[in-house]
Antibody, heavy 120, light 111 residues
């Protein structure tokens, strides 16, 4: 079964750093792009960026460029999303999802989501 | 403000048929890029409902159908059931943004 399993919920203070993870299994991890999607409370889905695990080629949405960093460790089939200095406005649910093709395809499957809460 | 426009909400009684529209522009749907649909049940992650306009993954009932024309796409659900109550999102690719774009989502209420 193709599966993406994300790390657990996080509660952080403004200014702290954070790295959340997304572990893929059941398929060739290096052959598919992984995307990250933000969903703020009660809102829609926002594409943050995509990364190709084989060579770490990364493409960021203009809205998130410079705000987050995506990376992978293909030896453990895991993708990461990290922040160097969190803001309260980063509080949201974050999903990883496998992308069928570079940018133009569909996302399937999705991870279960990681809830990030940033509060002083 | 989402790149693709969906109605915020639709509703229907059990057994009825509803449609959800997804309107784009000449840089995404109108440029010929495919449209994909997702269903998000309350408190869960989105799940792929349709890919490449009207292809259903295994397990998705044929009560659901998708179409695309010009700068728009539509999702139709016939024979509404209580379990269909969810948020529905469309997605395409935008060549100006060089990446995937989503609709704002439509909340389906089964009366």
């Amino acid at each position: 079964e193709v599966q993406l399993v994300q790390s657990g919920a996080e509660v952080k203070k403004p200014g702290e750093s954070l790295k959340i993870s997304c572990k893929g299994s059941g398929y060739s991890f290096t052959s598919y792009w992984i995307g990250w999607v933000r969903q703020m409370p009660g809102k829609g889905l926002e594409w943050m960026g995509i990364i190709y695990p084989d060579d770490s080629d990364t493409r960021y949405s203009p809205s998130f460029q410079g705000q987050v960093t995506m990376s992978v460790d293909k030896s453990i089939t895991t993708a990461y999303l990290q922040w160097s200095s969190l803001k309260a406005s980063d509080s949201a649910m974050y999903y990883c999802a496998r992308l069928a093709s570079a940018g133009e395809g569909w996302f399937d499957p999705w991870g279960q989501g990681t809830l990030v809460t940033v509060s002083s | 403000q989402s790149v693709l426009t969906q109605p915020p909400s639709v509703s229907g009684a059990p057994g009825q048929r509803v449609t959800i529209s997804c309107t784009g522009t000449s840089s995404n749907i109108g440029a010929g890029y495919d449209v994909h649909w997702y269903q998000q049940l309350p408190g869960t992650a989105p799940k792929l409902l349709f890919y490449v306009n009207n292809n259903r993954p295994s397990g998705v009932p044929d009560r659901f159908s998708g179409s695309k024309s010009g700068t728009s796409a539509s999702l139709a659900i016939s024979g509404l059931q209580a379990e269909d109550e969810a948020d529905y999102f469309c997605q395409s690719y935008d060549r100006r943004l060089s990446g995937p774009v989503f609709g704002g989502g439509t909340k389906l209420t089964v009366l």
